[in-house]
């Protein structure tokens, strides 16, 4: 007869622990990760997160989606809350896995402040952002002493009722202050913000689009600013995708091997 599988005891006292999952590379997990995985008897898997990384999980934990890939409604945001609230106070250990790193477009922000209010205990285990892994499948920095002194991560998509990003500002630091803009939740909104950008920055600024970073399924597409949205239409691009923006990816033509590897694709317009 088969042994049934060992259920990790629930602690005294729950908590909760909010976990980045990275980019999609199941290999990319740290190992604070796995260990949380491996020790919850919760877990709350979000939108994005590669299920690979569930092998870690005890065979008796229980997972819960809440995501809304597979054409079904996201669970709400109160939802969600209430049920780490009520699953912390039943003394469960809660993972609540987030794609990418859970400080990062991951309404963290929101969660830790209803957890902390409802007097429950929160940890943070980091993740690897989508647009480190996008960029280390370009062999390329954010940052380079001569084309940027730092970098911005945007979102382009607002919550509702929220006028979001002003893109022509954006535009106009970025290029005083010489810095990459990585776009995440782009895609939607890419011609606004080209055109809006396109107010500050050069037509030829160059931009890498890559979508799924770091999955077997990994596509990417390089071209100018004038040509973004272009791209992602003639290239039949989607989310999730990052859009990197900036002089920092003129090092990318110089590097033969980068290049090629995107050519090769049939992925790239011209630079
Ligand atoms: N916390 C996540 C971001 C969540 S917002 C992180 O740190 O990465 C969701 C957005 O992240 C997507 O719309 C897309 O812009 C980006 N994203 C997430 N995974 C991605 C991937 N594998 N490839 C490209 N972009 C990704």
């Not at 923006?245 to 980068?258: E, F, P």
Request: charged share 20%; with cysteine; proline share 5%.
């Amino acid at each position: 007869m088969k042994n049934k599988p060992h259920k990790p005891p629930a602690t005294a006292v729950g908590q909760v622990s909010l976990v980045g999952a990275g980019p999609g590379d199941p290999d990319l997990l740290t190992l604070k990760a796995v260990k949380a995985i491996a020790a919850a008897t919760v877990i709350l898997v979000d939108d994005l997160v590669n299920e690979a990384v569930l092998a870690h999980a005890s065979p008796s934990a229980r997972i819960v989606y809440v995501g809304k890939r597979g054409g079904c409604a996201s669970t709400p945001q109160a939802f969600i809350e209430k049920l780490m609230v009520s699953e912390a106070h039943k003394g469960e250990n809660v993972v609540r896995l987030k794609g990418g790193d859970p400080l990062v477009f991951g309404r963290s922000g929101e969660e830790i402040e209803a957890l902390q209010q409802a007097g429950i205990e929160v940890h943070v285990v980091n993740g690897i952002t989508a647009a480190l892994g996008a960029l280390a499948s370009l062999n390329t920095a954010l940052t380079h002493r001569d084309h940027a002194h730092g970098v911005l991560m945007v979102t382009g998509h607002a919550k509702p009722g929220d006028p979001g990003t002003d893109w022509r500002a954006l535009a106009h630091t970025a290029r005083q202050a010489k810095l990459t803009l990585v776009v995440y939740m782009g895609v939607a909104a890419a011609q606004r913000i080209q055109d809006e950008l396109l107010h500050g920055l050069a037509a030829d600024t160059p931009v890498a689009i890559v979508q799924d970073a770091t999955l077997p399924s990994q596509r990417r597409a390089l071209c100018t600013l004038d040509c973004l949205h272009q791209t992602l239409t003639e290239q039949r691009m989607a989310s999730p995708c990052v859009l990197v923006i900036g002089d920092v990816l003129r090092g990318l033509a110089s590097l033969g091997q980068a290049q090629e590897a995107v050519l090769a694709r049939g992925q790239i317009r011209a630079m």
